[in-house]
């Protein structure tokens, strides 16, 4: 079975980074909760994903804990949304954001599907680049208080790994990475252009 890396990077912060691998037919909600038990954050605060385009613009919610407007406009709930019915692109964008008292924002991309490693539990943190930041008027919560199901594991953090495996294909981090570059001097792109 495939799995999918997906890069999660601040919208403010462009040096945290953190990448995480989850199975296709896990649902929002686990890439959630992954995510913080990434960053150490309180997972149970209101937040969503968007679909999103090249441009980060903000498509169809999935939301998390969603307010009664948004319950009674029928949004679609992380818990019920598997990631494969959303990913229509090798580079599939969504927006995040996270916590609507108080927000961080977030660029949530698909950057790899690679093969799923046997007996490796998913979500699996990949790669952590970064302090995250305090969020404002709260404080990160050490890990061991975050809540979490007994059936959930997402105690992955000891497996973090700081710098790249070169033994790893990273050819479209490369051209992220170029795409960031040719965005920062003024240059439009339409999308990503693989290299031979």
Known sequence: MAIYRFRISFEDFDDVIREIDVLPKQTFLDLHNALHAATGYNPKVSSSFYVSNDQWKKGNEIAYLPDKQKVENHV??????RLNKFIDDPHQKFYYVYNFDKPFDFHVQLIKILKEEEGKVYPALFKSVGQTPKPYGTSVLPMEIVDKKETDDYDFLNETEYGIDEAEDFDMLDE??????KEGNGEKSGGYEEEF
Do not use: F, T, V, Y
Not at 76 to 81: N, R, V
Not at 176 to 181: A, L, N, S, V
């Open 76 to 81: 679609i709930l992380m818990e019920d949304s």
């Open 176 to 181: 992220e990475e170029q795409e960031e570059g």
